[in-house]
């Protein structure tokens, strides 16, 4: 076949070409053809197919997703926002620290190993092209029902993919979650979160400026695999019998990576580079256009100069491939030769293959032969922007009228203990040892806390001991229920769980995953988190730095709950001081801060005990969750308590059991007069935290709860070797820690 080249489209209108089969609609197509004014060439066409694609465009959510810009707080930390490969805050002595959160659903659902893999290594360059260090990962996932014969697939692959890719590069992952949920069958959720450091000066950003300036490819050789994977695998919904997309899935090497951060540290600190993108969703096509359009010229590439594995790849395919461990740098002449060598003293391949014009084009030849020629913006910064329709689901009135404050509760104390057993050891609750021992969570030594504690934290300076905590967090469940509320609940866990450990909140990243855009019940559903999102993050004061929507996560007319995962991350002084969440001394006195209601709508006990979902998820007081976290840093830097566990899933009986656990010590508790014990140990009311408080430290403690108007009930002791609720039932830790630690295991052997 003879080569489609842009002489060749202006002379050929009418040529056919595969659009649709690419993904793009007829419009989408028609409007190609407009801003062209010719037919695209095979090239064109692949580069505008997987850009305009949901996954790199967010042509369906980019309307919505405007607020966290429209809304964001005055937030003086904010270095670099939305827009860039990853957020930017500073968190003072002249440290910046980078992270976001990124999705690889659909690649890990059809290969599970090398999807969860290349998530990993996705966010890992995400984050160095910032010019950061990577410190360390952390991975929220989702999976269908734990006891499904595909969870048993699925599983076991993207954890290994995750250790596997993650343990090779000497990342400590230091947090994440598991959830399980027959919603999830057939799509899980495989979100991957990095956290990088680097000194303000050491800020780099994806633009193509200064004519004659040379763009080094660097890294991996370009392969087949991964060709067309945006646009074919996260942009559009499963079928009901699954995928067959096998060779869309990109395949990862560690090593390579490895390689190609440390020399690329290399090159930043000789300060060698204008420019820096890495290669993930879309490669070539979203480099080059990127970097082009962020810039202030235009940009000629040399298609043919590639490195390849196949020799056999078409122009197209080779725009197309989604291959690992490839960096793309926009390097002035007189530094290229030093770029090289450092290139070679890594044994990392580089070559240029193209320059910065001082035109307006991004230019394409291949062998000579000119195959692209277009305004660059329209391709990476001006895709469709589609204002899709949504309306509130007829079936949410139905949901939330179903309340689960309706459901048999135990009757007997014998019953109040069986449950609480149950629920304390179902998949959700039970312990996650056997996935998280897979993962190496303190390598480089410098992780101060990692799971299952409420927030990762490392240390990023040894001398003064600063250090950063990141906590992610999302409850589906929730925000089927109410999806502004929902939102706002996972920003509020995820914003409790940094400050439970002692560190100051200071910004957030999202993923925020969701069924097909063309059903207006999911949109609604997506306009809805977003505004709760925007919302609670202006009240909270945490900007929103960047992130990720993952939609058509559903198998036919099935959606996924919808499933915002939400990452704070908080700074803290002297990680000496952090807070972690095990009860480690006798005597030390338990303390329940926040109020307690009768709040079980989308509760673990509701899910476990009666397989139920429905009624309204418990409320959000915003204000309430700025006061608890003051006094729990306050609490942590003044060493007024010796730990702290936050109430989420599972409510009270789940945190004491977690801290009884994790420090081998047991408690008795006392219900409050006029509190039934059920609404007590199983109520999911936010804005609540178990503390312990040495007996030393109690006035001190009280009497700034009381001061700050927090509410404070002294519930028990740390004591013995049993969990005890006076006059209820008492829980041995050893029977507790069987169960809790058997699940996991029983169902993946």
Known sequence: MSLDTVKHAGETPDAAQPWAELGLKPDEYARIREILGRRPTGAELAMYSVMWSEHCSYKSSKVHLRQFGDKAPENDALLVGIGENAGVVDVGQGYAVTFKVESHNHPSYIEPYQGAATGIGGIVRDILAMGARPVAVMDPLRFGAADHPDTKRVLPGVVAGIGGYGNCLGLPNIGGEVVFDACYQGNPLVNALCVGVMKH???????????GNKVILYGARTGGDGIGGVSVL???TFD????????????????????????????????????????????????????????????????????????????EEILM?????????????????????????WDVIATVIGEVTDGERLEIFWHGEQIVDVPPRTVAHEGPVYERPYARPQWQDALQADDAAR???????????????????SPNQA??????????????????????EDSGMVRIDENTNLGVAVATDGNGRYTKLDPYAGAQLALAESYRNVAATGARPLAISNCLNFGSPEDPAVMWQFAEATRGLADGCLELGTPVTGGNVSLYNQTGETAIHPTPV????????????????????EGHLLYLLGDTKEELGGSAWSQVVHDHLGGLPPAVDLEREKLLAEILIAASRDGMVDAAHDLSDGGLIQALAESCLRGGKGARVVVPDGLDPFVFLFSESAGRAVVAVPRSEELRFSDMCGARGLPAARIGVVDGEVIDVQGHFELPLEELRAAHEATIPALLA
């Open 201 to 211: 000066e050491d800020i780099h950003l994806a633009k193509a400026s200064g004519a």
């Open 234 to 236: 996260a942009s559009e």
């Open 240 to 315: 009901s019998t699954g995928p067959a997309k096998r060779p869309a899935v990109q395949v990862g090497d560690p090593f390579q990576e490895k390689l190609l951060i440390e020399c690329t540290l290399e090159i930043f600190r000789e300060d060698l580079v204008d420019g820096i993108q890495d290669l993930g969703g879309a490669g070539l096509s979203c480099a080059t256009s990127e970097l082009a359009s962020a810039g202030s010229g235009g940009m000629r590439v040399e298609l043919d100069t590639v490195p390849l594995r196949d020799s056999s790849l078409s122009p």
């Open 321 to 345: 491939s989604e291959s690992q461990e490839r960096m793309c740098a926009v390097v002035e002449p007189g530094k290229v030769a030093r770029f090289l060598e450092i290139c070679e003293k």
């Open 407 to 425: 459901l048999p509760r135990p009757a007997t104390a014998g019953e109040l203990r069986e449950q609480v057993l149950k629920v304390v050891s």
């Open 431 to 452: 312990s996650k040892s056997w996935i998280t021992d897979q993962y190496d969570r303190f390598v480089q030594g410098n992780t101060v806390l990692a799971q299952p």
């Open 566 to 585: 939400v990452a704070v991350l908080g700074v803290i002084d002297d990680v000496n001081r952090r807070t972690p969440m095990a009860f480690s001394e």
